[in-house]
């Protein structure tokens, strides 16, 4: 069973930092780019930043400076460091698999077919 499963999310204070992780299992992330997305209550999901399989990297403008997407292929695992964290980054965030080549990096949920994570909840609030 294809699967990918968020965790690290939580509760932190604005300026904080958090690291969420993306593990997967039943397949391998060699040949699949990963994108992060987040939806807030009443909010349309969106892209947050993808690493293709070649490592280049995507981000929204909101979390430029502030997020770094990496991954750890012989971990099966993809990381995003959320730092300068501000309550509008407060959200469900998702990561999500797509099949692609080296620079396959899409930002927008079409991009990403397959396979989703469950979420894990990030609230900044003081």
């Known amino acids: 069973q294809l699967q990918l499963v968020e965790s690290g999310g939580g509760l932190v204070l604005p300026g904080g930092s958090l690291r969420l992780s993306c593990a997967a299992s039943g397949f391998t992330l060699d040949y699949y780019a990963i994108g992060w997305f987040r939806q807030a209550p009443g909010k349309e999901r969106e892209g947050v930043s993808c690493?293709?399989?070649?490592?280049?990297?995507n981000y929204a403008d909101s979390v430029k400076g502030r997020f770094t997407i990496s991954r750890d292929n012989a971990k099966n695992a993809v990381y995003l460091q959320m730092n300068s964290l501000k309550p509008e980054d407060t959200a469900v965030y998702y990561c999500?698999?797509?099949?692609?080549?080296?620079?396959?990096?899409?930002?927008?949920?079409?991009?990403?077919?397959?396979?989703w994570g469950q979420g894990t909840q990030v609230t900044v609030s003081s």
């Open positions: 999500a698999a797509s099949y692609g080549g080296s620079t396959w990096c899409p930002m927008h949920r079409g991009g990403y077919l397959g396979v």
């Open positions: 690493i293709s399989t070649s490592g280049m990297t």
